[in-house]
């Protein structure tokens, strides 16, 4: 059995905002990675166009896969909540099943705007 281990990138872009992810669940269903959790808006700033970008890696740090998935809604201001992958969102892990671990580094991705 595959182990899934979900951790935040330390990479850092100038598209990443301050936003909390929680992990509800993962799952594995070769060749898809079904994520779902949400994401928490504890700033006093509106967010737009708000996604999660997930990295895929095996054991090796190896590449597998890196894909956006979008957040319901993409727009959020101080204090909501959105949600990501209840829309049957995936990320392709094609043969993920015969790896020993998968990595998956996270980020969220979006646009700041003023009070």
Known sequence: MTKLTVIKTTERTSADIPLEFKLDSIRLDDP??????????????????????????????????????SVRPNTLRPGEVGYVGLGGEVLRCTDCIYKEEIIIEYKIIGKKHSK
């Open 32 to 69: 898809f990675l079904f994520i779902i959790g949400s994401i928490v808006n504890n700033s006093h700033f509106s967010f737009s166009s708000v996604a999660i970008l997930f990295t895929a890696r095996d054991q090796e740090n190896n590449f597998i896969n890196r894909d956006d998935l």
